[in-house]
T-cell receptor, first 115, second 115 residues
């Protein structure tokens, strides 16, 4: 079953505004990661938050994790046109063994930042 | 940072032919590599986990006879789409786990078009 579900599926904002994307998952996790993908390109790792962390910052990115609600949010502040991309959350499951290293991706949020 | 190279980035082939996609870790050893498939405007779906020196572990619904995976060295995994059909047209992405640090790096993806 799909582990991560992002919402909204698409988001269009003006440059300078903040963009918030949410991700929900179903099972316990070791960590949750956010990735960015420009159209037709590979994935770029943005930030990782572990299951025992609640908030993490990296530059203009702020990620929160609520394990009780099985949800995470990615906030991009002061957005730029160059932030236009698809953003995916991905989870690593909370059990040991070969499967624990697999990432399960959500459906993604397509962000468009209008100059 | 570490780089994962995928080749070719684009390939067009005739129906019935086989296509090989390479995934190389350029400056680290990767005991585990992952192959994903991404349909247009969709998320990444894990196809298989490739472990160096052993058989790949395929996800449910992925035909292992159709998608042959070989991980013969610590820096190279290959995915061969055998007897390709138009429905195999997709974007294939690999990722490689650094055996030393555990970090995961993604390739730029390979777009396969089967005519």
């Amino acid at each position: 079953s799909q582990q991560g579900e992002e919402d909204p599926q698409a988001l269009s904002i003006q440059e300078g505004e903040n963009a918030t994307m949410n991700c929900s998952y179903k099972t316990s996790i070791n960590n949750l990661q956010w990735y960015r993908q420009n159209s037709g390109r590979g994935l770029v790792h943005l930030i990782l938050i572990r299951s025992n962390e609640r908030e993490k910052h990296s530059g203009r990115l702020r990620v929160t994790l609520d394990t009780s609600k099985k949800s995470s949010s990615l906030l991009i502040t002061a957005s730029r046109a160059a932030d236009t991309a698809s953003y995916f959350c991905a989870t690593t499951l909370g059990y040991s063994g070969a499967g624990s290293y697999q990432l399960t991706f959500g459906k993604g949020t397509k962000l468009s930042v209008i100059p | 940072g570490a780089v994962v190279s995928q080749h070719p980035s684009r390939v067009i082939c005739k129906s019935g032919t086989s296509v090989k996609i390479e995934c190389r870790s350029l400056d680290f050893q990767a005991t585990t590599m992952f192959w994903y498939r991404q349909f247009p405007k969709k998320s990444l779906m894990l196809m298989a986990t490739s472990n160096e020196g052993s058989k790949a572990t395929y996800e449910q619904g992925v035909e292992k006879d159709k998608f042959l995976i070989n991980h013969a060295s610590l820096t190279l995994s290959t995915l061969t789409v055998t007897s390709a059909h138009p429905e195999d047209s997709s974007f294939y992405i690999c990722s490689a786990r650094d055996a030393g640090t555990g970090e995961l790096f993604f390739g730029e993806g390979s777009r396969l078009t089967v005519l």
